[in-house]
């Protein structure tokens, strides 16, 4: 699988047909549960498309012969066929989109409220820049940030009957570290405007270029090497990789290592940048705006 897996990302193949050991023999026997997996490279919808339903009828026929010569030879017996999506379960919108989109939605809904707070402060001159005035709101952010994550992972998705719960606690690792490091971003963000609503009105549009960015519509290996990284640097891109691995996949701590990494030291920069950025060492001359 490794192999198979390595010649995808080099684009020497666009797909992997993987049989479960003994599939033959348990076909033959009628025993549940052995199957074919089926992994296409989704960068080229159409493409991807294609091959993945030409496989399958490929798998299906030979299945239904296989079923077929044990019907002859055991008459009443077979096995049942059952063609099933690995994750989109439904085979819809829903299963496919909404955990993905659900990533970027919590990120870009706190990253308003915390620039839009601190903007207004400052329009306000309300801004207090001592260290532990801004940990204690990078503190209420987080609390924030983590709440809604709850409710989008444990009520909404149960409302909704999204594919869910694979690891908790992984999710329960991953969210506060996701909702500190989007606060502090939001934070950051935030000290650079006089005003909320510029704030909102230059963050906002971020919104699109994020979602093509987090690498679901469009895989980060497939993107230039440069594009791939500045994604990275998006909270949600490594969000992305971990709340669906660990709501959708059920994937263990050590399998999403590496983008629970990546948002541990993002965390860890953006939360020293508001801390002990420049910003906080003091209190701003009131001049200096009014000349800018």
Known sequence: MMAAREEVRQRRADGILYL????????????????????????????????????????????????????????????????????????????????????IILQQTLLFASARLIAERRRRDDWQRDRA????????????????????????????DVPRTGNVPGLLLALPVFAATVAALGLVA?????????????LMPTSVPLVFLAGFAWPLDEMPGWLATIAWFSPATAAMHLFIRFNQMGASIAEAATPLLVLIGLMIGYGAIWCFGRAHAGREDPTSDAAG
């Open 20 to 103: 479960s050991k003994g599939l033959g023999g348990a076909a033959l026997k009628g025993r549940p549960g052995a199957g074919a997996a089926l992994i296409v490279n989704g960068a080229y919808f159409v493409r991807a498309e294609g091959i993945a339903r030409a496989l399958g009828d490929v798998v299906r026929e030979q299945a239904l012969e296989v079923t077929g010569a044990l019907t002859a030879r055991h008459s009443g017996s077979g096995a049942t066929i059952v063609m099933q999506p690995l994750f989109n379960t439904t085979g819809g919108y829903r299963d496919y989109v909404f955990p993905a989109i659900a990533n």
């Open 133 to 160: 005035t801004a940990l204690s709101t990078w503190i209420a952010m987080t609390l924030i940030g983590i709440f809604a994550g709850l409710f989008v992972f444990g009520f909404a998705f149960w409302v909704q």
């Open 190 to 202: 935030g000290s650079l405007f006089r005003s909320g609503d510029d704030a909102l009105k230059l």
